[in-house]
């Protein structure tokens, strides 16, 4: 007997945990697609849109905006400037390399998202490099606990267990 307990709760721990994963979701910018050069004094507004209805609550949320030097003909020191919603401002650098090298600048946005957008304005701060795009990735819990098919198979191949062994207990 005290096997098929044993078998019972491993089954049911396997089930609550499958039950209980978080989700994520992706996002990108309209501009996937196209480089843009920018240069000192370029601005450009970025907006990522979103649906958040079927979210739970949010764990966190990343922006990752993709940039690279502009083909190693900059000084090395260019500089981006990504003014989030609250109006805070993050410098970021982009290195200098001999060939195009795309490299991801994340940040945490897990505050600023409320109203199905996620608005920021990126410039240059100093020298020049290009944006390719920005991708908003968003991990949050599910909404209801409701159990998958294959924890509920798992569950209750763990009953048939207990059951098996109960009655094989009884027949001796």
């Not at 003909?73 to 060939?99: L, P």
């Not at 795009?133 to 819990?141: I, P, S």
């Not at 207990?162 to 027949?171: D, S």
Request: negative net charge; contains cysteine.
């Amino acid at each position: 007997m005290k096997y098929a307990v044993r078998g019972f709760c491993l089954t049911a721990a396997l089930a609550f945990a499958a039950s209980a994963s978080a989700e994520t979701l992706v996002y990108f910018a309209e501009d996937t697609d196209v480089s843009i050069l920018m240069a000192s004094p370029t601005e450009t507004g970025v907006m990522i849109s979103y649906d958040s209805s079927s979210w739970g609550p949010i764990t966190s949320a990343t922006l990752s905006v993709l940039l690279s030097d502009d083909q190693g003909r900059g000084d090395g020191n260019d500089r981006v400037s990504i003014t989030t919603v609250n109006g805070g401002s993050v410098d970021f650098q982009v290195a200098e390399g001999a060939r195009p090298s795309w490299q991801r600048a994340t940040f945490d946005v897990t505050n600023y998202l409320a109203d199905g957008a996620l608005n920021f304005f990126l410039a240059a701060a100093d020298g020049d490099f290009y944006y390719h795009n920005a991708r908003l990735t968003v991990n949050f819990a599910p909404l209801s606990p409701v159990p998958e098919a294959g924890s509920t198979v798992l569950l209750g191949s763990g009953l048939a267990l207990v059951g098996l062994l109960a009655r094989r207990r009884v027949a001796r």
